[in-house]
């Protein structure tokens, strides 16, 4: 069973860091991105960052200058690290990975459980 385990978030004062950690286990025979999305109240899910098998990266336009994401494949770990944090970012951070399992020739994504970062003024 693949399993995405997060951890950091937690909650800061506007300006402030947080890194967020997430790491994949289980029948993984290739990966191909790992990103971050986060889901604030009413709205929808949106993409954070992602960061593909090759190194590319790619950030939303509201975080860039601010986060930087980065992987290690062979740990199948990915980590985000925000800095100077807005109140606008306050949100449920998920964990995403696309993967292909052992003896099966689909990719799939897979989410992890969610982690919530609360940005005060």
């Known amino acids: 069973q693949v399993q995405l385990l997060e951890s950091g978030g937690g909650a800061v004062q506007s300006g402030g860091s947080l890194g967020l950690s997430c790491v994949a286990s289980?029948?993984?025979?290739?990966?191909?991105?790992m990103g971050w999305y986060r889901q604030a109240p009413g709205k929808e899910r949106e993409l954070v960052a992602n960061?593909?098998?090759?190194?590319?990266?790619e950030y939303a336009e509201s975080v860039k200058g601010r986060c930087t994401i980065s992987r290690d494949l062979a740990e199948k770990t990915v980590h985000l690290q925000m800095n100077n944090l807005k109140v606008e970012d306050t949100a449920v951070y998920y964990c995403?990975?696309?993967?292909?399992?052992w003896g099966d020739g689909t990719w799939y994504d897979y989410w992890g459980q969610g982690t919530q970062v609360t940005v005060s003024s």
């Open positions: 960061i593909t098998s090759g190194g590319s990266a």
């Open positions: 995403h990975v696309y993967l292909l399992k």
């Open positions: 289980g029948p993984i025979f290739s990966i191909n991105a």
